[in-house]
């Protein structure tokens, strides 16, 4: 029988699924993620692990994880684990690409309406009493109808907040590294250079994969570049943007305001100084947070798990072990 190790509850079938291949399951009880040394517990004797974001997955951890086969991590993001190391150590590490683009699409869309329309900034006014009239200067924002969207990375989600936007009338553009021009003719998505798409965006939203190419994309240079009324949304990873540069961007108005389901560190301190501004809205991750999404989230990676330790090639692999560890 083997043993998977699964470092948080997760919702849908994806723990019946794993015992009803027969494994032994044990999934640690906290709402926190495990601490270091219960991480190192955990997956000491186990054959598999499924873990989140908030469980980094290094050379370390593989080692103290002689028998583990397959780190199947309940995201499409893998930038908590080190997908190299665990190839060289014979370990697959795995993803969940295809079932949470529109779901997190969705969220990049809502934190774009409630910073331009002022949502949460209202409802906030609204509940300290701020209401005694209607008004007809308050929370005035700008439009997003009709309005010119930049979209960083036009990989699933990317194109998904494409497909949402030309719902909204605005004019599409991004910036990716690699040209499909039929893909973008299909969305009506114009591909410009990254300098452009910042001077040209009323909204800019980034939909990058975090590591080292795009650490810091977003610093002083680009926020300088954008209009002083654009917005910047982010639902990627924080480390995409330089965090003290958009506090300065912000400070100095260089930009509209931001609207972040991403920080360093998550989750952010209270005393950080991005929430000193109304025309900031942050989210706690919540990009794939639907009831649908992060079931079928965690039953993918389920799947990979067991297809691994069933000796196959996992579905939805990361990495690819040149020798792969078996039972
Ligand atoms: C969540 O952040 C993910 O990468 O799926």
Known sequence: ???????????????????????????????????????????????????????????????AAPGLRVV?????????????????????????????????????????????????????????????TWSPTGFLGPDPYGATLGIVGLGEIGRAVARRARGFG??????????????????????????ELLERSDFVTLHVPYGPETEGLMGAAEFAAMKESAILVNTSRGGVVDQDALVEALRAGAIGGAALDVTVPEPLPLDHPLFEFPNVVITPHIG???????????????????AVLAGEEPPNPVNRPPNPRSA
Do not use: C
């Open 288 to 306: 794939s947070a639907s009831h649908a999404t992060r079931a079928r989230m965690a039953e993918m990676a389920a799947q990979n798990v067991i």
């Open 72 to 132: 199947a991590n309940m995201a499409v993001g893998y930038d908590n684990v080190d997908a190299e190391a665990a190839a060289a150590a014979g370990v697959w590490a795995t993803n969940t690409p295809g079932v949470l683009h529109e779901t997190t699409a969705d969220l990049a869309f809502a934190l774009l309406l409630a910073a331009a329309r002022n949502v949460v900034l209202s409802d906030r006014d609204t509940r300290e009493g701020g209401w005694q």
């Open 1 to 63: 029988m083997s043993h998977v190790f699964v470092t948080r509850r997760v919702p849908g079938r994806a723990i019946e699924m794993l015992e009803e291949a027969g494994h032994e399951v044990v999934v640690w009880p906290g709402d926190f993620p495990p601490d270091p040394e219960s991480l190192r517990e955990g997956v000491h004797k186990a054959d598999a692990a499924l873990t989140l974001v908030t469980d980094p997955v290094g050379a370390d951890l593989l080692d």
């Open 170 to 195: 605005m004019t599409v553009l991004a910036a990716t590294r690699t040209p499909r021009p039929e893909v973008e003719r299909g969305l009506g998505v114009e591909r410009v250079p990254f300098p």
